[in-house]
């Protein structure tokens, strides 16, 4: 029980490759709570907050954070039930993630892909309800 404690505090460090299997989210962009202990905000994109708002200097997109959470719930398979807490509880695929990072507090940035989703944050902006984040896109999800 220590261990997963220890694991849910840790921030995987920048270019680390790990593995998430996804059992919890929170938004559009997560954080994703994982099996293995971590906490993974998606890279590269930007959703509304849970209370409807954006941060200022981030892009705000038209849909809204239900409407993103949901799109990122259904991407990993659906939901599963709801925490006490209002996370929704998935049963998602295992991703392999590569980290970006600390993305404040005890969550890691990265660009996780799964066979049957391939890139997640390039799936999430094809929904319509996330935009791409330019600054820190990386040249990623561009637009064909």
Do not use: K
Request: proline share 6%; glycine share 12%; with cysteine.
């Amino acid at each position: 029980m220590l261990f997963a404690l220890l694991l849910a505090a840790t921030v995987i460090p920048d270019g680390q490759v790990f593995t998430c299997t996804p059992t919890r989210v929170w938004d559009g962009d997560g954080p994703i709570w994982c099996r293995e202990g971590m906490h993974v905000r998606l890279a590269g994109v930007a959703a509304r907050e849970m209370d409807g708002s954006c941060r200022p200097g981030q892009p705000c997109p038209e849909a809204s954070a239900l409407a993103a959470r949901d799109a990122l719930v259904n991407l990993l398979g659906g939901a599963q039930g709801r925490t006490s807490t209002g996370h929704i509880l998935v049963d998602g695929p295992t991703m392999r993630c590569l980290s970006t990072g600390n993305a404040r507090g005890n969550r890691t940035g990265a660009w996780c892909a799964a066979p049957s989703i391939g890139d997640l944050s390039c799936a999430m902006i094809r929904t319509g309800t996330v935009l791409r984040w330019d600054r820190y896109a990386q040249g990623r999800c561009r637009s064909r």
